[in-house]
């Protein structure tokens, strides 16, 4: 605590992510993709000309906007870049949201967005998920002041399909719907498809997952010229795109290669589904899931015991310390041999 400190950011509970450890261990909690990213990401990286390291970057990210609107079938102007999908989050939180008219998001979703709203002085109600750990798309008010959840949802793992959403967006107008869809990659469905229908809908997505670069720091949204325009409000009170060159220039390589993509992904999704089985035969319960993630509890074993006792077999995995995620832990999808590794831990831990 230090004097010096606003109200805000003495009262201020940050946001704290998965360990980074320094030894070798067996990383499954924070959602990393085990595979490499694709092979032309290292060409870019090596060829680049180091030359250009003395000019700032394309201040409006062009190419890697535009990367990004061919993929999506849109125009570059709009795509939003940012240094991942947490600061473009940050930014539309400012862009969009306010203190006066109350964000609804869902009781359990990513841990990120209460703390972007106490940081910026933005008012918030939860809503509790359905019976089936989905987030109540039915519950959202019209009259709220902004809508914000992950699609897949995380940590639960569980997406609705793009109908649902646009269910909810012809109910829902007069605000912002802002979905995160950091996992959508690994069987959820995009609702980036309704963006030329719904002005409203800001959907954000990241590189760090199933393009294998979170490293690189590379997240975007894409949503209505209006709405892209209000981020580029808020960041160019900064400066302008903040992508610096190598990432620009990575971030379109990684877009190119669709065949690494599906095959990376397609390899996530089969062993997600064997781990499933897996962890269903040694007595776990797992939930549905549509990312790179599982969330898994025992009915007779302690989640904080697992959790240590795959810490001392050299294996990392995420057990959230709040009510109502006590009993689980989450645990993300890494190569096979890694997960062959986690069930044998768990068989000698559950025996
Ligand atoms: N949204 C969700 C739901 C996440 O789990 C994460 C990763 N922790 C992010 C966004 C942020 O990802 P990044 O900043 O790496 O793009």
Known sequence: MSKFWSPVVRDLIPYVPGEQP????????????????????????????????????????????????????IEADQVFVGNGSDEV??????????????????????????????????????????????????AFDAQSGGIVFANPNAPTGHGHDRDAIAALLERVTECVVLIDEAYVDFGGESAIPLIQ????????????????????????????????????RVKNSFNSYPIDSLANAAGVAALEDREHFEACREKVIT???????????????????????????????????????????????????????????????????EMISLIEALEALCR
């Not at 609804?104 to 940081?119: D, E, G, H, K």
């Open 271 to 337: 062993t997600r589904e064997r781990t499933r089985r897996q962890l269903e035969r040694l007595g776990f319960e797992v939930l549905p899931s549509q990312t790179n993630f599982m969330l898994t509890r025992h009915p007779e074993h302690d989640a904080a015991q697992l959790f240590a006792g795959l810490r001392e077999r050299g294996i990392l995995v995420r057990h959230f310390n709040t009510e109502a995620l006590r009993d689980f832990l989450r645990i993300s999808i890494g190569t096979e041999d």
């Open 197 to 232: 229908q719904y002005p409203n809908l800001l959907v954000t997505g990241t590189f760090s997952k199933s393009r294998s670069l979170a490293g690189l720091r590379l997240g975007y949204a894409i949503g209505s010229r209006e709405l892209v325009e209000g981020l580029e």
């Open 89 to 138: 989050l940050a930014l539309a939180f400012q862009a969009f949201f306010c203190q006066e008219r109350p964000l609804s998001m869902p009781a359990i979703t990513y841990s990120f967005y209460p703390v972007y709203c106490r940081l910026y002085g933005i008012d918030y109600r939860t809503l509790a998920l359905g019976d089936e750990w989905q987030v109540p798309l039915e």
């Open 22 to 73: 320094r030894e070798r261990l067996i990383k499954l909690n924070t959602n990393e993709n085990p595979y490499p990213p694709a092979p032309g990401v290292g060409q870019v990286l090596r060829d680049y000309p180091t030359d250009h390291l003395r000019l700032y970057p394309d201040p409006e990210s062009r190419a890697l906007r535009e990367a990004l609107a061919r993929e999506h079938g």
